[in-house]
């Protein structure tokens, strides 16, 4: 009877919440009506414009070109301006002088935090840590709605399986499960249920496919099958949609020989009709005009191109402006096709409230309050110490005590400008610690912290060919000589040598595709000379990307991959090195044994001619290579702890399951060690026999615990039918019955394994 009552009332609430959302969906469609009924055609196709800003400064706005642009109602938002004061100003021109007073979106690169910088997406997911990634959105949001901003491009959600491609340091790795998670966190975090002033708009990007670029060069042609991109691909981007993405931005490269700014199969066959989006689709920066390169037609053609194929908005290739009124004129476009982008657009701007109050992000006492704030920097710091990833730890280098003398060593230790990391529009690096600087304040008095540079982080950064900006900017002009000297002098007097190297951070992300992934030779050779000491050398490496490590890991006993961590970099390392936090990150993407071996992932097919684990060398006829084994250096999943765990008791509830049913499996964690840790625990499926080929493993649940020393938990997965489901050949999600293997541990590679039938 109870019981009843409850459904009943949960079935009104239901009922009424969804009253509510139609009554206001019923309000939101009349306001637009009335609005466009005033709308002129070039205001409608103004409200399609993306223009960038960065010449508009406070005072200006009035008379700068997009101000006057803005004012004839040319404009429906700009982006990446930062200052809450200079974006109130240009929101005035828009509500106060525009004829129909329609407020403008506000956008940014606002990737992995704001003034607070959380480390880079790669980074983050090596944290498996989902209630903290999604709280790292929380306070991008809280940030950036502060200081003006109502619209974020992120999250970041294309699958890499590529080390070369420069932006795998912006998504979340190579699994398509995991980065759904990390997509639908990310949504949440920022988008709340976009109601409060803290609350902005995510931008899912880039649709799509764009994470497997040809070699891994950026920008270059992609080309899959579709049922690759289902199985693959899509995953996250569809997971961010179903969490309620409230845009989508188009990729740069083409999907089937069609770019993805003008596919029309993309953008509204896939997007709209079968993952029922309902929000609007904005375009890469002059991704329509790039079509024009790409071999699609001149600017009109482009332009018509992309809005028929569903593209709402044009970021800065002028098309929509420039010719969508002509393409009405002659007949190409319908008033329809820009009417229903345009309505797109208005919904937007009502859902985030600015017809209620256009000034809703523009209080300009927030940001004081509400940017870098001691407790934005306490989680950042506190994450960052999550994503870093131990590799090696011989004779337990690791934690390091804090006595004698510490010889950090390298181009990366004093560093403040790469601390955050690629795409960090916001950052102020200025107010972000050095290497140095952290690890002075960790060990205070009772260490001293000796520092050289040692090495440019190039021999020939002068050479435009090897020329990174920072790196660059980074150039020291002393001589090789006298820079490896002064490193081998203050070596000397030291207990113990840090090395910070590896990439300065603009040598991943947009644009750094990379062909040699081994660390650059000045750094190698300034390692060389470190280990040749005799000393105990600890490697700190950076990078945005998985590199090859091979040779470090064959000659450095100790070795922690930090990628880049961010405003609090410095501080979080400190914790890590000095053993108040023990590391736990765990790859997401995995570290080849060398370039040859891209791309590479773990969730492979097994092949007609597979090597055997037990396989040594070359085995002639079978799927290898002359020169180097199949596996990772470090695979998917991997990192170590200060403590160690044993796996035990892998167990299954049932040796059957039925579509409809679930069965759980179960694994015992133990902290052998001497340190309190974190684990992430990881279970992977194995479809042994399918209508079409399955992974030899796929991650399909995990679990981030902490154990005290000596503590034992029981971990649980819940198996179910939906956890089995692939796209078949035929692209329908379906599961098959037959045997499964399960398959728990620490990482890809070291697991146990129980199998069990679906019937
Ligand atoms: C990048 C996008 C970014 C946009 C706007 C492009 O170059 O591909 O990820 O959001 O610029 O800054």
């Not at 079935?11 to 002129?40: C, E, R």
């Not at 639908?184 to 109601?195: F, P, R, W």
């Not at 596996?631 to 299954?652: E, I, K, N, R």
Request: proline letters at 4%.
């Amino acid at each position: 009877m109870k019981l009843n009552k409850l459904v009943l009332a949960s079935a009104l609430l239901l009922t009424s919440a969804a009253t509510a959302l139609a009554s206001n969906d019923a309000k939101m469609d009349k306001f637009i009506d009335d609005l466009m009924g005033k709308m002129t055609v070039q205001e409608k196709i103004g409200q399609l414009n993306l223009p960038v800003t960065g010449e508009i400064v406070t005072g200006q706005a009035k008379s700068s070109d997009v101000a006057s642009q803005i004012k004839a109602g040319k404009v429906g938002g700009l982006f990446n301006l930062k200052g809450v004061d200079r974006i109130r100003d240009v929101q005035r021109v828009a509500v106060e002088e525009g004829r129909l007073h329609i407020p403008l979106l506000f956008g940014m690169d606002v990737i992995h935090g704001y003034e607070t910088v959380y480390p880079i997406p790669l980074a983050l997911s090596c944290s498996w840590d989902m209630p903290a990634i999604q709280h790292s959105a929380r306070v991008a949001a809280i940030e950036a709605s502060a200081d003006g901003i109502c619209w974020t491009f992120s999250p970041m959600v294309d699958i890499c399986q590529d080390a070369r491609w420069g932006r795998i340091a912006e998504g979340s790795g190579e699994d398509p499960y995991l980065g759904s998670r990390i997509a639908e966190a990310m949504v949440k975090g920022y988008q709340g249920d976009l109601t409060r002033n803290d609350e902005i708009l995510a931008c899912v990007k880039h649709f799509a496919l764009y994470g497997a670029p040809e070699a891994g060069r950026d920008y270059n042609s992609v080309d899959m099958s579709h049922w690759r991109m289902f199985n693959e691909y899509f995953p996250p981007y569809k997971a961010a949609i179903e969490a309620g993405a409230g845009s989508v931005m188009a990729s740069f490269n083409i999907v089937d020989g069609v770019p993805a700014t003008g596919n029309r199969w993309l953008m509204t066959e896939i997007l709209r009709e079968k993952w029922n989006f309902d929000g609007f689709v904005v375009t890469d920066y002059t991704g329509i005009y790039e079509m024009i390169a790409h071999g699609m037609g001149d600017l009109q053609d482009v332009g018509r191109l992309a809005l028929q194929a569903g593209v709402d908005m044009d970021m800065v290739s002028d098309a929509f402006v420039g010719t969508l009124e002509k393409s009405l004129e002659e007949g190409l476009v319908s008033m329809s096709d820009i009417d229903t982008a345009c309505r797109r657009i208005l919904e937007a701007k009502y859902r985030l409230g600015l017809f209620d109050d256009p000034y809703k992000y523009c209080d300009l006492s927030r940001p004081a309050k509400q940017v870098f704030t001691p407790e934005h920097r306490a989680d950042a710091r506190k994450l960052a110490t999550e994503t870093f990833v131990l590799l090696k730890n011989q004779d337990n280098l690791l934690p390091l005590q804090a006595k004698g003398k510490i010889a950090l060593i390298g181009p990366l230790a004093n560093t403040r400008e790469n601390m955050p990391g690629t795409w960090a529009v916001a950052a102020v690096s200025s107010k972000y610690s050095t290497l140095v600087e952290g690890f002075k304040a960790a060990v205070g008095n009772k260490a001293e912290i000796l520092y050289a540079k040692g090495c440019n982080l190039m021999y020939d950064e002068t050479d435009e060919k090897n020329a990174t900006p920072f790196g660059r900017a980074m150039r020291d002009n002393r001589s090789d000589k006298e820079m490896l000297d002064e490193a081998l002098a203050v070596a000397a007097q030291s207990d113990v040598i840090v090395a910070a190297l590896g990439e300065s951070s603009e040598m991943s992300g947009e644009c750094s595709s990379r062909s040699d992934l081994e660390m650059p030779s000045s750094q190698r050779d300034l390692l060389k000379a470190l280990l040749a000491t005799g000393k105990p050398v600890i490697l700190l490496h950076f990078s945005g990307r998985p590199v090859v490590l091979t040779w470090e890991n064959e000659n450095v006993k100790s070795i922690l991959q930090v990628w880049f961590g961010g405003s609090e970099t410095a501080d979080a390392i400190a914790d890590v090195v000095f053993g108040k936090v023990a590391p736990s990150g765990k790859l997401t993407t995995s570290f080849p044994q060398c370039v040859g071996q891209e791309p590479l992932h773990y969730n492979t097919f097994n092949t007609g001619r597979p090597i055997l684990p037990e396989d040594e060398g070359f085995v002639k006829f079978k799927s290898n290579y002359l020169d180097v084994r199949n596996d990772a250096l470090f695979p998917f999943g991997y990192g170590l702890s200060y403590t160690t765990f044993d796996y035990s008791d892998l167990t299954l509830s049932a040796a059957e399951m039925s579509v409809n049913g679930a069965i759980e499996a179960s694994v015992t964690i133990t902290n052998t060690g001497n340190y309190d840790a974190d684990e992430v625990v990881q279970m992977y499926i194995r479809d042994m026999v399918g209508s079409v080929v399955r992974p030899v493993k796929e991650l399909k649940g995990f679990q981030r615990i902490s154990l005290k020393k000596g503590e034992s938990k029981k971990v649980t997965f819940t198996i179910d039918a939906e956890l089995l489901k692939f796209y078949n050949a035929k692209l329908d999600f379906v599961c098959e019955p037959g045997e499964f293997e399960v398959m728990v541990g620490p990482n890809s590679r070291d697991v146990k394994v129980k199998k069990f039938f679906l019937k």
